[in-house]
């Protein structure tokens, strides 16, 4: 017999929920096969394990919290064969691998992940047959959830063995007789929830606001997409000429690039950007790291990369700490005006918003229909006052409005 034990998590992680069992009481275990998922509060975790033998117990249910060096399961190694290697520790703690970093081989050139597998097995479903959501053509469980064979409804596709899964997402009835949906909060949404109501008590935020003209980006744009495009096989976007406008004002605002800790304020010399990006979780801020030293290039790559990790649930805990400042863009869903929420221990965040043509009365009199965005800086009124946040937010207008003169500077 052997223990499978909770392994060390990461720095600053103690503890994990136990999302799904990729193997079940009976089943074989090879060694290098995964067995279980732990969702922590940053990132998913894949244990895997070291030796071969069958799963006999498993001490924790999902939806469970562990802690690190907790055991969860129990190991027969009486149905090993005398070919496999024997393990000879009582105890033995696999190896784990974000899911930032794993793979999946392909089998019979399918690519997916081991959730999709488990979950496409007790369906009985062929993942030759399964659509995959993912750009890169990896299936994950979702799309397994969402597959329905040809000539059968939705309602028939759940195996029993899968539908004995779903009372905790069941709808139920209040004492109004009213259907409502009761659902699991999941460890990281309620990880959010528990920083967002920290960090509105902790912090005193402020938030102020302004409009910019972006023509002169856009004509930028216009101009140069298709040899940027040949040149660094990236798009040229805005986030780059956003990013190198707030780290412009920063480097004149550097109160905006501190953070607050006990009775001090530690004004940061370097820029590692967050960039908000929306997933199936919530949102997660991954960081770009050296912004003012990367081109508009390396800073779309990086963006780009890092939003596709994301969205696949494979950032590192590296690639979501250590930000100084973040942006938020509410106008890739229609946000016309926001006040976004610092991401503590930040003291700023900027907000950008949809662009609208609108009428803009200009200097020489007339009237013009130009691309207008609002854009929203949260800060932390503690050690940021009002005369430096309207700076700026001042200066970022002023950099996206001129962009020879944010190139001059970048």
């Known amino acids: 017999m052997a223990e499978i034990v909770v392994p060390q998590l990461a720095e600053s992680i103690t503890e994990g929920t136990i999302a799904q069992w990729l193997k079940q009481p009976g089943e074989t275990v090879s060694k290098g096969d995964y067995i279980i998922d732990l969702e922590t509060d940053k990132v998913n975790i894949e244990v895997i394990s070291e030796f071969s033998g069958v799963l006999k117990e498993t001490l924790k249910t999902e939806g469970d919290t562990v802690n690190a060096g907790e055991t969860i399961a129990i190991i027969s190694e009486s149905n090993v064969s005398s070919s496999e290697e024997k393990v000879v520790e009582e105890k033995i703690t696999p190896e784990i691998t974000p899911i930032a970093e794993s793979f999946t081989e392909p089998v019979s050139n399918v690519i997916a992940s081991p959730a999709a597998r488990k979950l496409a097995r007790e369906r009985g479903i062929d993942l030759q047959n399964v659509a995959a959501l993912d750009p890169l053509g990896r299936i994950r469980k979702q799309d397994v959830s ?11 596709t759940a195996s029993p063995a899968a539908r004995q899964t779903i009372p905790a997402q ?15 909060m999941s460890r990281r949404r309620a990880t959010i929830a528990k920083n967002l109501v920290k960090v509105q008590h902790s912090a005193a935020i402020l938030t102020t606001f302004n409009e910019v003209d972006l023509t002169a980006v856009m004509n930028v744009r216009k101009k140069r997409k298709d040899t940027f495009f040949k040149e660094h096989d990236v798009k040229l976007g805005f986030m780059s000429f956003f990013t190198k406008a707030v780290v412009s004002a920063l480097k004149s605002y550097p109160l905006l690039n501190a953070e607050i800790q006990e009775n001090e304020m530690v004004v940061k010399k370097f820029y590692d950007i967050g960039i908000a990006v929306s997933t199936d979780e919530g949102l997660v801020v991954p960081v770009v790291r050296g912004a003012d030293r990367l081109n508009f290039a390396e800073i779309e790559k990086e963006i780009s990369d890092l939003a596709l990790k994301a969205r696949e649930a494979k950032l ?55 691309p207008m965005m609002y854009l929203a800086l949260s800060y932390d009124h503690r050690i940021v006052d009002g005369k430096e946040a309207v700076g700026f937010l001042v200066k970022v207008k002023q950099l996206l409005e001129d962009p020879e003169k944010l190139l001059l500077e970048a």
């Not at 969402?146 to 028939?156: F, L, T």
């Not at 890739?332 to 503590?344: E, K, R, W």
């Open 146 to 156: 969402n597959y329905v064979p040809e000539g059968r409804s939705v309602a028939n």
């Open 316 to 370: 590192t805990l590296s690639e979501l700490q250590g930000g100084t400042f973040t942006i938020t863009n509410g106008g890739t869903f229609g946000s016309l005006l926001s006040t976004p929420i610092l991401n503590a221990p930040q003291v700023g965040i900027l907000g950008m918003h949809s662009i609208q043509n609108r009428p803009v009365a200009l200097d020489n009199g007339t009237i013009e229909i130009r």
């Open 170 to 184: 069941q709808t139920a009835q209040t004492n109004s007789n009213k259907p409502v949906e009761t659902r699991r």
